[in-house]
Structure formats: C-alpha cells, structure tokens
C-alpha cells in the first residue's frame, strides 16, 4: 500500500468521479483506475459501486476512507514535526461560516499574512455542520463555527461572541407586525447544517411561528439582496446586516437572550499536530477578536 494510493482513493472519493480525481492528482484516468483496483485486490474488498454518472463508496470503502485520511495526516504531520522550527510555515488549510468569512477574518487573514508569509493559507466556506465534517476527516486543519458542540474529537476555542437579528425590509419596524405576518412570509436561508438556519428554526418552534416557505440560498449577498427587496426574512450577525451595502434597506429585529446571544468558536481535532502555523493563527485570532465566554 503506498501513499500515492491513498491519496487518488481519497481524491476519488471526495470528487466521486476517477476523471476528477484524475485532473486533481495530475494524473490520467488509467492511473487512477488502476490504483483504485490495486488497493481493491490488495485489501480483498470493493470500495467503489461504479454507476453511469460516477462512484460511490461501498460500507467497506466508507470505513477505509477514515483510514486512509488518518494515514495521509499521519504522514502530513510527521514531516511537519521533523521541520517544525517554531517558525509558522507549511499549508494551513481554515474553514469558516460565510458570514464570518465576509466581515470577521479578512482583517485577521490580513495581518497573519503579513506576519507569516512563508505559510500558505486556503480558507474553506460552508455551514457548521460541513465544517465539522471536514475537520473530523482531516481535510480541514481547523475552521470556525457556530456555537458549541458535543464532540470528544474536537478541541474548541471561543473567539467571539455574535447577536443574531430577524432581518426583514424596512415594510416591518416592529417585531410585533413582523410576527403577526410571518404565516405570509418566505424564509431565507442557507442550506441544512446552518447554524444560524437551525437557531431560527427552534425559534420558530417556540413561538408557535410557521412561515409561509423556506428557500434555501447559496450566497450571503442573495440572501441580503432578497430581504432588502421585500422577498422574505432571514437571520444572521447584527453585525453582518449593518456592514452591509443594503443596510439602508433592511431593519434588524431584536430576538429573546437565549437565542440572540451565540459564540463562534475555532474547532480543530484534538489528535491534530499543534503546529506552529496553527498556534500562531489561534494567538492572533483570539487577539485580535473578543474572546467568547466558555460555554
């Protein structure tokens, strides 16, 4: 079994495709079906269901694929650790809820660059639920999320603390006429697995409160653009809504404590290298940001 397996296995895992996986790992598509069939034969199992339309994994594929990436971070983290000089150096891949992205960690991202610049940074957006994921299965070294959570393979580490706000258009000045004309109204959201969507959900559910639709959208600035236009309501960060170009537009409604009050909080798996690019991030973000109360 060598690494080079490992990596177009994961590769066509993640891609579900061998054609994909071929173009990310710079190889062709012979290579990767190949590979693919030699850790198959090796391990004495299928780990692929070949359809029309691409791959899936198999149980038995699903249950390597853990593997796999444990191995390559494994390997990751000891060439790291032999050139660890305590000087941040090296790849450092974050994750980040969109809206946190837009107007929390450009001024961070910033002066980390600046300070570190043999380190080469990606930064991941998606909802907390898919940032979690990503951090579980090694493909993200750390990310910021919504809230707290109950997970033993994650170290977390409140930076800030947001108020989330009902935003609607500025037809509804009052959370009183915004409420009586929520069976009316469309709901704005980011797909399933936003922490935000589910905060407003349990709202919802505990003021007896069922909108009209709810649409999922894929962008902060469609989300913003519709609400602005009279199209529906939303939640995010006050401080989301009035850095925003339609701020003018828009009114933010204040909610009850137990809901409006909730820490982003910087996750990163507790059997993870601290590297020194990755202490070097979590100093200057909880610099450079409110630290949030532990939860």
Request: contains cysteine; glycine residues 6%.
């Amino acid at each position: 079994m060598e690494m080079r397996q490992l990596k177009i296995f994961c590769a066509v895992a993640d891609l579900g495709s061998f054609t994909s996986a071929a173009l990310q790992v710079n190889t062709v598509q012979s290579n990767v079906t190949m590979r693919v069939k030699e850790l198959e034969i090796e391990l004495d199992r299928e780990l692929f269901v070949r359809k029309k339309s691409g791959v899936v994994l198999t149980a038995a594929g699903e249950t390597f694929l853990g593997y796999a990436r444990r191995i390559l971070q494994l390997t990751d983290e000891s060439r790291s650790a032999l050139m660890d000089t305590g000087t941040p150096v090296g790849l450092l891949r974050l994750g980040s809820m969109e809206t946190t992205a837009a107007i929390r960690l450009p001024q961070i991202l910033t002066k980390y660059r600046e300070s570190f610049p043999s380190v080469q940074l990606s930064l991941q957006t998606g909802t907390t639920s898919e940032l979690i994921k990503a951090v579980e299965s090694y493909r993200l070294d750390g990310a910021f999320v919504g809230g707290y959570h109950q997970n033993a393979a994650l170290v977390q580490e409140g930076v800030f603390e947001e108020e989330l706000v009902l935003v609607s258009s500025h037809a509804f000045t009052s959370l009183a006429t915004l409420i009586e004309k929520m069976p009316q109204q469309t709901v704005l959201v980011f797909r399933t697995g936003c922490f935000y969507r589910s905060t407003l959900e349990n709202w919802f559910y505990q003021v007896g409160l069922i909108p009209n639709q709810i649409m999922e959208m894929g962008t902060l600035d469609g989300i913003l653009s519709c609400v602005a236009a009279g199209m529906g309501v939303t939640l995010l960060p006050k401080a989301v809504a009035e850095s925003s170009s339609l701020r003018h537009s828009i009114h933010c409604h204040a909610l009850p404590p137990e809901f409006a009050h909730i820490s982003t909080v910087f996750v990163r798996r507790s059997d993870s290298l601290m590297t020194s690019a990755m202490s070097a991030f979590i100093e200057l973000a909880q610099h450079q940001l409110p630290v949030a109360a532990v939860a």
